[in-house]
């Protein structure tokens, strides 16, 4: 009896080390579907693409420089909608919407325009706020008319435009959230990224929240998963960033600071 017991025991110990053995291993495969490599697969060639516009395009990164920008930062911001830009989309899609919007008012606002992806109703916003904050000296005009409507989607269609929107929105960001203590460089990367598409007009609970949902950014083709737009920029950045570091920092000097 006392053999048969020993036995039971030993054989529960064997099964309690083998657990512990398969369990790594169960916890690797249940997390694969959130592995950032699974991001690589997801938007396959969309997301070399992106990249391969970036390093044709110098004039950005020194664009960037220039306005003391960190690139690597920008970019990861606006990575995911480069990787979800669609040159025919762009097209097709646009030209009879930008009409609408120039015609009839901020109602036909909500469509995506070049490679940035960016809003007429976004770049209102980043309009008013950059003079609220005094960012700019150009003479935006506010009025809610055709001309200002017409001048806004012209601006938007120049790259350029787009450009200098980007700085313009990464400097109100700062200003509306100088208050926030980040836990490091890749949290501010998700949540610029985050309140870049879903509103930065938004409080900071209510993106810290967005962020944690999947639904910021639009399925292949081939309809899987969705990915959030921030966990894209944070792979990017990650992964991929350090090809446009500067010396410009991307958290506050003071923080860097008090890190040090």
Not at 15 to 26: D, T, V
Request: proline residues 3%.
């Amino acid at each position: 009896m006392g053999a048969l017991v020993r036995l039971g025991y030993r054989k529960c110990l064997l099964s309690m080390f083998a657990m512990l053995l398969i369990l790594p291993a169960f916890n690797c495969r249940a997390q694969k579907s959130m592995d950032p490599i699974d991001i690589y697969l997801e938007l396959g060639n969309k997301y070399f693409d992106a990249m391969d516009y970036l390093d044709r395009n110098t004039w950005i990164y020194d664009t960037l420089v220039r306005e003391n920008i960190s690139p690597e930062f920008a970019y990861s911001i606006v990575f995911p909608n480069l990787a979800n830009y669609s040159g025919l989309r762009d097209v097709v899609e646009t030209g009879g919407l930008k009409t609408l919007y120039v015609q009839s008012g901020r109602k036909y606002s909500k469509y995506s325009v070049g490679r940035f992806q960016m809003k007429p109703s976004w770049a209102e916003l980043v309009e008013r706020n950059a003079v609220r904050y005094k960012l700019t000296d150009y003479k935006f005009k506010m009025t809610n008319n055709p001309k200002a409507r017409s001048e806004r989607a012209k601006r938007l269609d120049a790259t350029k435009w787009q450009v200098r929107y980007l700085v313009l929105y990464i400097r109100v960001m700062d200003k509306r959230f100088a208050h926030i203590k980040w836990k490091n460089e890749v949290d501010k990367v998700r949540f610029y990224s985050t309140a870049f598409n879903v509103g930065f007009n938004k409080n900071e609970r209510t993106i810290r929240f967005m962020m944690s949902r999947k639904t910021l950014h639009s399925t292949t083709k081939y309809n899987r998963a969705r990915y959030r737009s921030g966990d894209i920029a944070a792979w990017f950045f990650e992964n991929d960033g350090h090809r446009y570091k500067s010396q410009i920092p991307i958290l506050p000097q003071v923080e860097n600071k008090e890190k040090n």
